[in-house]
């Protein structure tokens, strides 16, 4: 939702709450940082190729911390020495990986994975300066929220 003046973002911001979107739910804003944030890595595996999960599943249980159900996985590639996988990894994984030198064991190995650089400095840039991003959060229960929409406030310029 885009909204042209700070009168219609108050006005959406003072409404979202009162609305249902089916009984037992409620709308709330949130925070930007509510969404979940994923980095892109490259992962490099000693050994044959395998479906993803038969990697990530060692690196859960022998690396504490390390959750690999966010993970996805963007381009795989057999290489001679073993598999390369490019990955979309959540910001919590990045932190265990650190402690981990990037090196998180995998059976008696180690992977290896290293972050992918940046956009460059020209690709990295809004094209609308000065936006305000707002979350929309649905909640069912106490213990499940899902994040629903992105508001969308534009100053005039």
């Known amino acids: 939702m885009v909204c042209h ?9 003072s409404g979202v709450p009162t609305l249902v979107a089916f009984e037992g739910s409620r709308l709330n804003l949130v925070g930007l940082d509510a969404l979940p944030t994923y980095k892109r890595v490259v992962a490099s595996f000693p050994g044959p190729a395998m479906d993803a999960e038969r990697y990530f599943l060692p690196l859960r249980r022998l690396n504490q911390g390390l ?3 966010h993970w996805r ?5 057999e290489e001679s020495n073993g598999v390369r996988l490019v990955l979309r990894i959540d910001a919590a994984s990045v932190s265990v990986l650190e402690r981990f030198r ?3 064991f995998i059976g ?6 290293s972050l ?6 020209g690709r990295n840039k809004s094209r609308r300066p000065n936006r305000l991003w707002v979350v929309l959060s649905l909640s069912f229960t106490p213990i499940c929220n899902i994040t629903l929409l992105l508001l969308e406030y534009l100053p005039e310029q």
């Open 108 to 113: 008696v190995g180690q992977a290896t994975i």
């Open 67 to 69: 959750d690999t159900r």
């Open 116 to 121: 992918l650089c940046a956009k460059p400095e």
């Open 102 to 104: 990037w090196r998180p």
């Open 73 to 77: 996985v963007y381009e795989p590639r």
């Open 5 to 13: 003046d700070e009168v219609t973002k108050d006005y959406l911001a």
